[in-house]
């Protein structure tokens, strides 16, 4: 050993000590705690978002369909969203994954509504 290197004792190595370690850790698992929520929050609050913007798009499509011919009423339109006329209007010939059920109902009064409902139990409605 050379006498004149610097002499290095094991106690001033490089490396994290273990307290360093479990602050760091507690840190992460502080921030995990803190963020997990709101991204659950945000993924819920996107497929609302999406359900509500399919019954719209059903809604446009139900509209075009009616006035592509003056002589089509509201009552002519099919119930089930994903009919062949819906289809031919652009929709899907499917449900989302997160929609359970699809309905446009004519109350008779030259109206419709189409309520979609997710699989948690909300529904969603546009009216024309």
């Not at 209007?89 to 109206?111: H, K, R």
Request: proline content about 5%.
């Amino acid at each position: 050993m050379n006498p004149f290197a610097p002499h290095i004792s094991h106690f001033w190595q490089a490396g994290f000590t273990l307290i360093e370690l479990l602050i760091a850790i507690a840190i992460i698992a502080i921030l995990a705690i803190v963020l997990i929520p709101n991204v659950l929050n945000a993924r819920a609050q996107a497929y609302n978002q999406s359900a509500s913007t399919y019954a719209r798009q059903i809604g446009m499509w139900a509209t075009s369909w009616l006035t592509e011919q003056p002589t089509r009423r509201a009552s002519d339109l099919n119930s089930d969203c994903t009919s062949a006329m819906y289809v031919q209007q652009g929709a899907s010939g499917t449900l989302p994954q997160w929609v359970s059920e699809c309905v446009v109902a004519t109350p008779g009064d030259g109206t419709f509504t189409v309520t979609v409902t997710m699989h948690t139990g909300k529904t969603f409605t546009y009216k024309q």
